[in-house]
């Protein structure tokens, strides 16, 4: 990566100020009496840490439940796997955890399985007492401007989709070998992007440490910190502690080493804010992006009632390649389960399914994209402790045996679907792991499915 990122101008985009930081199928429906289980049967749809968290309480708090997970592709631990960025493996140390989860014989993992098309979701009704929808957020927020389809311009989910090795974004190839990048948004995931470009591949860092990446210098405007001291002890720790570190690079002169290295940079990021995304700017061709467009908005009101509103004023900015990180948003499963189109969400009340007994959901399908892994591991507790209060209570009947994952098997063969165990994941992950160890990497990871499922099945 370091390669095309030596001279390289980042600017992030916010449009507000310091504070952003930081149906049925009934063709489909079949009855089944194979083998069943007296225990109770509980389907996750989605192997990510919102659904290996689910599975983790329930199978902790009750000896009764058996769980499926089912995932569409291959191999488990969602955006653990494809979305934490390579500088932070320690992040990664909860797949660990995941691992002895699904080790547990009350456990079981489907990969490769699409829930919505080779499984419907009537039939994992009647094969569960219990089925959980943790599938996550696999849209991207639209810009909704003109210029947005340009060659050039990319969704962060994508861009990071690309060099997280996730198989759909494998051919993304973005051309990197443009002197500007504005990355649209200030949020995790587009600090997780800035690092990437900037970084040499030996030296990824969080935005504390993009202060003091080598051959790399800040540049912020003093004006956008004005006033911003103040408001301060209204803020909590964390983002308080950025402020204070984003005010002091602004607004004092650097000395010693910082003085040496920045003024020897030949890379440099800054924040802007205040900007508001209107036009995306093409070559003479009309087929890449030359620039952008933005209105300049200023805030009107004070705290969580501050508004930006426009101020008139418009300013471009040339770059090669636009990164938007505006939000990840989830999408419908299924016309069966309810969704809220507005907010991307699954209606729901706690992590029950509004109006839906027997369905649950946890995760950014939840909640909606926001808050880190431990966030969703909260969020996760919470839909199984509904789970195990709705057994109990006997809300959810599991007076009667269901059959579980014994009554898909045969469905997902005559379909042509052969699912992924756990097993065949750790086939997976032995030889990502052994090609990443003759190379000088932790893995090498694979991004062809088929390559994938071959080599599962062996």
């Known amino acids: 990566m370091s390669a095309y990122c030596s001279r390289w101008t980042l600017r992030f985009l916010n449009r507000l100020c310091v504070s952003g930081l930081a149906k049925t199928n009934n063709k489909h429906v079949q009855h089944f009496s194979s083998q069943t289980s007296p225990s109770v049967q509980v389907c996750i749809v989605g192997s990510g840490p919102a659904g290996f968290y689910t599975a983790q309480h329930l199978l902790k708090s009750h000896k009764g439940i058996h769980v499926d997970i089912f995932e569409k592709l291959p191999v488990p631990f969602g955006l653990v796997r494809f979305g934490v960025a390579p500088d932070h493996p320690e992040v990664k140390n909860v797949i660990n955890t995941f691992t002895q989860t699904a080790h547990l014989e009350r456990c079981e993992f489907f990969g490769n399985v699409t829930i919505g098309s080779d499984i419907t979701m009537e039939e994992l009704k009647m094969a569960y007492h219990a089925v959980i929808l943790c599938y996550g957020a696999e849209g991207s927020r639209s810009l909704g401007v003109p210029g947005e389809k340009l060659s050039g311009v990319y969704s962060a989910k994508d861009f990071v989709g690309w060099y997280n090795g996730l198989p759909a974004n494998k051919d993304l190839n973005p051309d990197l070998s443009s002197d500007a990048v504005v990355i649209l948004g200030q949020g995790n995931v587009a600090l997780d992007v800035a690092r990437i470009l900037l970084s040499p591949v030996e030296l990824l860092k969080e935005l504390r440490e993009m202060v003091n990446l080598p051959g790399t210098k800040p540049v912020l405007d003093r004006r956008d910190f004005e006033g911003i001291k103040d408001a301060l002890k209204d ?92 939000g990840y948003k989830s999408l419908p499963i299924d016309d069966g389960v309810p969704f809220d189109e507005t907010q991307g969400v699954i209606p729901n009340d706690m992590g029950r399914v509004c109006q839906t007994p027997g369905l649950y959901c946890s995760g950014w399908v939840k909640r909606g994209p926001t808050g880190v892994i431990a966030t969703t591991m909260n969020d996760s507790f919470e839909t199984a402790r509904c789970v195990l209060e709705d057994i109990d209570s006997r809300v959810l009947d599991c007076s009667m045996a269901k059959p579980g994952h014994h009554a898909l098997r045969g469905l997902l063969e005559k379909r042509g679907v052969t699912p992924v165990s756990f097993s065949g994941w750790e086939k997976i992950d032995a030889l990502e792991v052994t090609r990443g160890d003759e190379i000088g990497k932790p893995r090498e990871k694979l991004l062809d499915v088929q390559e994938m499922l071959q080599l599962a099945r062996a």
């Open 235 to 326: 803020i909590a720790r964390p983002r308080k502690r950025l402020t204070e570190l984003l005010m002091k690079v602004a607004m004092e002169e650097p000395s010693g080493r910082d003085a040496e290295r920045w003024a020897a940079a030949s890379q440099e990021w800054s924040l802007r804010f205040l900007r508001s995304p209107i036009k995306i700017l093409p070559t003479a061709d009309g087929k890449k992006v030359a620039g952008i467009r933005f209105a300049v908005t200023t805030l009107e009101g004070s705290g969580e009632n501050a508004k930006a509103v426009l101020t008139g004023q418009e300013e471009e900015v040339s770059c090669g390649l636009i990164v938007s990180s505006i």
